[in-house]
T-cell receptor, first 115, second 110 residues
Framework: EAEVAQSPRYKITEKSQAVAFWCDPISGHATLYWYRQILGQGPELLVQ????????DSQLPKDRFSAERLKGVDSTLKIQPAELGDSAMYLCASSHRARGKYEQYFGPGTRLTVT | GENVEQHPSTLSVQEGDSAVIKCTYSDSASNYFPWYKQELGKRPQLIIDIRSNVGEKKDQRIAVTLNKTAKHFSLHITETQPEDSAVYFC?????????FGPGTRLSVLP
């Protein structure tokens, strides 16, 4: 069964450093989502792509976060500079959105610790 | 934008009993309501979903009900088992917006 891939699984970095996370969605899924999940809370949408276009980045802290999906397939989320409050799980999800199918499939996540 | 509330935040039940988790949403345009189960250290997994043209959906021990007028929907788990212990998230989607509730930690006691 196809799955969403993410790397790295774990990342420890010092504050003010740059970090990048990678996501490869399920083949054929046009919609890709990046979420941040703080321990004990629900996932918070950071950015949503439809193919290579951003359709929602209203919750993305654009002064330090950036995301791209240049060819409409895999995606990278970057944080520069990282802050202590960025420590969280970063989840990527994808969905087909064909014939009204909205089901999102999540990757294993990247757990970021900022020291 | 959409706002999703979820109650209770924690729920403990005895094995074999039923569990009910309730969510409310604010955007009347929302038309898709999934429920996800997240075990410790693992990714959220879709367990059931319902669309706005349906009032109830059932899949074995899991059921979801939707009241569009009142803008609330609920997850029902019957005959709970220890492996049902996890955090459950509801979500609401209308158009481009997809918002998760804060989660309910369910503990099924043997």
């Amino acid at each position: 069964e196809a799955e969403v891939a993410q790397s790295p699984r774990y990342k420890i970095t010092e504050k003010s450093q740059a970090v990048a996370f990678w996501c490869d969605p399920i083949s054929g899924h046009a919609t890709l989502y990046w979420y941040r999940q703080i321990l004990g809370q629900g996932p918070e949408l950071l950015v949503q792509f439809q193919d290579e276009s951003v359709v929602d980045d209203s919750q993305l802290p654009k002064d330090r976060f950036s995301a791209e999906r240049l060819k409409g397939v895999d995606s990278t989320l970057k944080i520069q500079p990282a802050e202590l409050g960025d420590s969280a799980m970063y989840l990527c999800a994808s969905s087909h959105r064909a014939r009204g199918k909205y089901e999102q499939y999540f990757g294993p996540g990247t757990r970021l610790t900022v020291t | 934008g959409e706002n999703v509330e979820q109650h209770p935040s924690t729920l403990s039940v005895q094995e074999g009993d039923s569990a009910v988790i309730k969510c409310t949403y604010s955007d009347s345009a929302s038309n898709y309501f999934p429920w996800y189960k997240q075990e410790l250290g693992k990714r959220p997994q879709l367990i059931i979903d319902i669309r706005s043209n349906v009032g109830e959906k059932k899949d074995q021990r899991i059921a979801v009900t939707l009241n569009k007028t009142a803008k609330h929907f609920s997850l029902h788990i019957t005959e709970t088992q220890p492996e049902d212990s996890a955090v459950y998230f509801c979500a609401a989607q209308g158009g481009q917006n997809f918002v998760f509730g804060p989660g309910t930690r369910l503990s099924v006691l043997p």
